[in-house]
């Protein structure tokens, strides 16, 4: 089946530095969407990208779609403590939403 | 008002029992979701559902049987429970036709199979 990769794994910052994650697929992507879950909580869905080269930003968030559509990455600028937490991201299909591996993010005040 | 509910939040239980986990949105939504989240923190997708309908089943062990009586409710019954199923499930809901790509989450119910 469809697999979604992201790397890091794991990313632990000092509060103030720049943090990006990278997600790849070996096949062409229809969309991207991102996920934040923070420690105990549950997924909750920061944007969705659909045209290749698409570049969407939020406060201290950069998001972008590849354009070849296989690869997406977030960059957050100047992290802070609340950042804290897992960045997933997805791509879904018909009433089907894979995951990516995840990206553990620890902030370090 | 919470969109996306799930009860129990902990289950703690044996090998070898049988549990459920219910799961109810009140978003007006078609298509709900079963995920389970590992240790490892990856999500897996197990079922998924439209207005009653069995549509997505993940090559999951048929001890899990979901049930959807309605639309607004997805229901998740696991027979036999083993060490394996030890995770965090978490039922998600989504309006298919808008295509903005959110899945509304629920809590999550942790499971420790002892």
């Known amino acids: 089946g469809q697999q979604v990769m992201q790397i890091p794994q794991y990313q632990h910052v000092q509060e103030g530095e720049d943090f990006t994650t990278y997600c790849n697929s070996s096949?062409?992507?229809?969309?991207i969407q991102w996920y934040k879950q923070r420690p105990g909580g549950h997924p909750v869905f920061l944007i969705q990208?659909?045209?290749?080269?698409e570049v969407k930003k939020q406060k201290r968030l950069t998001f972008q779609f590849g354009e070849a559509k296989k690869n997406s990455s977030l960059h957050i600028t100047a992290t802070q403590t609340t950042d804290v937490g897992t960045y997933f991201c997805?791509?879904?299909?018909?009433?089907?939403?894979?995951f990516g591996t995840g990206t553990r993010l620890k902030v370090l005040a | 008002d919470t969109a996306v509910s799930q009860t129990p939040k902990y289950l703690v239980t044996q090998m070898g029992n049988d549990k459920s986990i219910k799961c109810e949105q009140n978003?007006?939504?078609?298509?709900m979701y079963w995920y389970k989240q590992d240790s490892k923190k990856f999500l897996k997708i197990m079922f998924s559902?439209?207005?009653?309908?069995?549509?997505i089943n993940e090559t999951v062990p048929n001890r899990f049987s979901p049930k959807s009586p309605d639309k607004a409710h997805l229901n998740l019954h696991i027979n036999s429970l083993e060490l394996g199923d030890s995770a965090v499930y978490f039922c998600?809901?989504?309006?298919?036709?808008?295509?903005?790509?959110?899945?509304?989450f629920g809590e999550g119910s942790r499971l420790t199979v002892l």
């Open positions: 998600a809901s989504s309006q298919e036709y808008l295509n903005t790509g959110e899945l509304f």
């Open positions: 096949t062409t992507l229809s969309n």
């Open positions: 990208l659909v045209k290749s080269g």
């Open positions: 997805s791509t879904s299909g018909t009433y089907k939403y894979i």
């Open positions: 978003l007006g939504h078609d298509t």
């Open positions: 559902y439209n207005n009653k309908e069995l549509i």
